[in-house]
């Protein structure tokens, strides 16, 4: 299982929100492509970056940094969120050397779309679906609809989609441990893999993730844990790929 760092982009700088909440935010560094480097150098194999500006904006705020810490990383592989809402934005993206780009908002708001995308850039398509109490939240975390999250992701794994990253919006930056049996149900109830977000606080977390990892889960999103020191990234990896192998 893969911890793969978490680098949110909000202003141009590296930063955590706290339940997604853009006025809530804790600035780590001014310099994410700096911040990138050194995940890399920790052992990250993948990155996942989100443009916040972008999830609000609906549409690309940070994308130059983004295109500088892949072309700083081009044998990384990337992950981007926030703001993408036509091919045109995907295209861009993946010209710029990210690997996969993840369709949130737009993905609950117009499925189609999802869809269209999969057979227009295959194997380049994350759908994020963010939820609280099992409920898809939508624009940057502002809306909670009735859509339930495990209806949703069913109508997506027969699109092509390379994974669902799944978000428990209660839990994200708030250190308070990984909600491991709503990421395993929809891992149990879906075809594709997930990636867990949200809530990872320290290394009994990972080791709760890597115990239900073959039901499914094939990584798992650190931020506001990695930046406060509270898991060491090197040491987390360390441990799953241990945990994992044995």
């Known amino acids: 299982m893969l911890l793969i ?5 909000k202003d141009g700088k590296c930063v955590r929100l706290k339940q997604g909440r853009m006025e809530d935010d804790t600035v780590f560094s001014d310099d994410p492509v700096a911040v990138a480097t050194h995940w890399v150098e920790q052992g990250a194999r993948r990155l996942h970056l989100v443009d916040l500006n972008g999830a609000f904006a609906g549409e690309p705020v940070n994308g130059d ?3 500088a810490i892949a072309q700083k990383h081009p044998d990384l592989p990337i992950q981007i969120g926030g703001g993408i809402r036509s091919p045109e934005i995907i295209q861009a993206y ?3 050397g990210v690997q996969w780009v993840i369709i949130g ?3 609950v708001n117009d499925p189609e779309f999802v869809r269209d995308m999969c057979k227009q850039f295959p ?3 994350i759908v994020g679906l963010d939820a609280k109490d099992g409920k898809v939240a939508t624009d940057g975390w502002a809306n909670v609809s009735d859509v339930d999250v495990i209806d949703l992701a069913r109508q ?6 390379s994974a669902i990253v799944y978000t428990d919006i209660s839990r994200d930056g708030m250190l308070q441990g990984v909600n491991v049996e709503a990421t395993l149900r929809l891992a149990e109830s879906i075809s594709i893999p997930v990636i867990a977000s949200g809530g990872i606080t320290n290394l009994e977390d990972v080791r709760n993730l890597c115990a239900v990892s073959k039901l499914g889960i094939s990584g798992a999103i650190t931020g506001r844990a990695i930046y406060e020191k509270t898991l060491d990234f090197a040491e987390g990896q360390a441990l799953s790929d241990e945990l994992i192998s044995a």
């Open 65 to 67: 940094i983004v295109k």
């Open 156 to 161: 997506f794994q027969d699109d092509g989609v």
């Open 5 to 9: 760092p978490a680098i949110d982009l």
């Open 123 to 125: 194997g380049h398509i």
């Open 105 to 107: 908002t737009k993905a």
């Open 94 to 96: 993946l010209d710029a």
